[in-house]
């Protein structure tokens, strides 16, 4: 058997050497003597006050007034399910003209005239004795804004049946808004499929957390999860299975909307992804024609990668391309489709570059952008692609254009990699990743001479190799995907390794409400906080 190509992208050393014994005493000493946390908001705001001691109360007849139209509403209704649930504890939600307004506890109020101060996601949060105020230029900043109203709450406002009462909010003032445009998550559906609720579930936790991207990646060596017309068997064959033999699935077209809507609503952008010319066994094995030499290989349940190809010399091909760029661009609002990229051993770099490039003419055909992973900056790329950079090294990053790379370096943020030597899932190729290597990483220094306007953000991918349940996902996912969120979004100042664990250890509490089965990783003391 060939060797793991991935090896080589192995870095060369651990990027922090292991801490003296006496050093690592000291800093698991330090929460002791350091100033007290005033909040536990994650990711960390980009100013905040919060003062513990005073608070709000929202009263069992508290009404949410919106102002801003149908988005603030719908916001609105979102908040008052959070707070109640039963009539008599759930907020009434009145337009800001209505005359009940006056007297409302909680105003969420949409305003162009904030656009230059808070941009398309920022917000202010104001509580104080005379209520609860959230102000954005756009729905989305006035979502983030609810976010971080729910994160002041206390953690059992999470629970499906409990709410309590009365329910305290400390007085706060809060104007925030994020780092990174592109704050993402990637799923593989491919390797084990997971169905339309599984994926709502984890978009919950993206939005809890302020991400605003999930790229599914929909197919893979073992299987294709998404209808494409007049391609049925990539889906009735080529979806028929998944690592280690199970029985697979596929998104039909309606299925695949409402994850977009789901999305949408939490304002969350759908990147669908179809990897090729490589880790295209499932389609392989669907179209005998797709194969240069006419024969369909066998479906394929292990974990190998890099030794399956589309015939790239073959028009077929290119049909079957654009059949699926065709169909993904009809069902996805979204500006993006990711078209892989990446691992391919079969073909020479001239096959490869050509393709990428062909490929790179169907996508924007069906007008949209492309994005691929870090390999495809070996073809002429238009200055509206973008890189997805995933290896240890960088240089090949030298001529990207401003908001061009999207950085998920491997040896941080690859959530299917094991915590620790002892972690009973995950894949262990380019080392370990504790939670504070998915942290304590600097994004604008991770490649030497990528120009800060060249990131576009920062992306954490869950591949599925080992991954079966959300169980599984939300072990390897979290607390790491809130240290990726938290670089994503807020500002180099507010970014510190022990606050941030300290934070977090109060954080879990929400997570444990949410039913979340997240990592307690020793890295974090969850019984102090
Ligand atoms: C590399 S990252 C891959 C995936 C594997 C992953 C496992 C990338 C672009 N390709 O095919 O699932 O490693 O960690």
Redesign the pocket.
């Known amino acids: 058997m060939r060797s793991d190509p ?1 090896r080589a992208y192995r870095p060369a050393a651990r990027s922090r050497p292991a801490r003296p014994i006496l050093l690592a005493a000291l800093t698991a000493l330090a929460p002791a003597c350091a100033p007290p946390l005033t909040h536990s908001l994650v990711p960390a705001p980009h100013t905040a006050r919060v003062e513990p001691g005073d608070s709000f109360t929202v009263d069992t007849l508290a009404v949410i007034a919106a102002a801003g139209g149908d988005e603030s509403r719908r916001i609105a209704g979102m908040l008052a399910g959070l707070i109640g649930t039963t009539a008599e504890t759930t907020p009434t939600v009145v337009p800001a003209e209505d005359p009940a307004a006056g007297g409302a506890a909680i105003t969420l109020a949409v305003d162009d005239a904030h656009r230059a101060r808070l941009g398309p996601e920022g917000y202010t949060l104001a509580v104080t004795a005379g209520g609860i105020r959230v102000e954005a230029a756009e729905p989305a900043g006035l979502f983030y804004g609810m976010q971080t109203l729910r994160q002041l709450m206390p953690p059992v406002v999470e629970y499906d049946a409990a709410r309590p009462r009365p329910l305290r909010v400390p007085y706060t003032e809060i104007e925030d808004r994020p780092r990174f445009g592109w704050r993402g998550a990637m799923l ?1 559906v491919a ?1 084990h499929f997971f169905g339309v609720d599984e994926v709502k579930r984890y978009i919950d936790l993206l939005a809890l957390h302020k991400l605003n991207r999930l790229h599914l990646h929909l197919a ?1 060596d073992q299987g294709w999860r998404i209808e494409i017309p007049g391609w049925p068997r990539l889906t009735e064959h080529g979806g028929s299975t998944e690592v280690g033999g199970g029985p697979g699935g596929f998104y039909t077209a309606a299925e695949y909307r409402e994850l977009v809507r789901y999305a949408a609503d939490r304002f969350i952008t759908i990147v669908p992804e179809i ?1 090729m010319p490589g ?1 295209t066994n499932a389609a392989l094995a669907s179209y005998p024609e797709l194969n240069c030499d006419g024969v369909a290989p066998e479906l394929y349940t292990g ?1 190998r ?1 890099g030794f399956s190809a589309l015939c790239v010399e073959k028009e077929v091909t290119y049909e079957f391309v654009d059949a699926v760029v065709g169909a993904l661009a009809t069902l996805t609002p979204g500006p993006w489709i990711h078209i ?1 990229g ?2 391919v051993e079969e073909l020479t770099e001239e096959e490869y570059r050509h393709f990428i490039e062909r490929v790179q003419e169907i996508v924007r055909g069906h007008g949209k952008r492309m994005v691929g ?3 495809i900056a070996a073809a002429e790329l238009e200055p509206t692609s973008l890189i ?1 950079h ?2 240890g090294e960088g240089e090949y990053l030298d001529e990207v254009r401003a908001g061009q790379v999207i950085l ?1 370096p ?1 040896a941080h943020v ?1 959530l ?2 094991q915590y620790h030597p002892g972690t009973p899932i995950g ?1 262990d ?2 080392g370990h990743t504790p939670l504070r290597d998915s942290y304590d990483w600097d994004p604008a220094g991770l490649v030497p001479g990528l120009p800060a306007d060249a990131i576009a953000g920062i992306e954490a ?1 869950l ?3 080992t991954v079966a349940t959300v169980h599984d996902i939300e072990f390897m996912a979290f607390p790491r995907l809130a240290a990726v969120a938290e670089l994503a979004w807020s500002p180099p100042g507010a970014l510190d390794w022990d606050r941030f664990r300290r934070r977090l250890a109060r954080h879990g509490l929400r997570l444990t409400a949410l039913g979340v089965n997240f990592h307690r990783t020793p890295e974090v003391d969850w019984a102090r906080w």
């Open positions: 991935r593989d390797r893979d990897d880790h974990i990668v892989g990446d691992e992973w870090g390999e997805q995933w290896r998920s491997s690859y299917d990699i894949l190729w380019p991918p591949w599925t190799e």
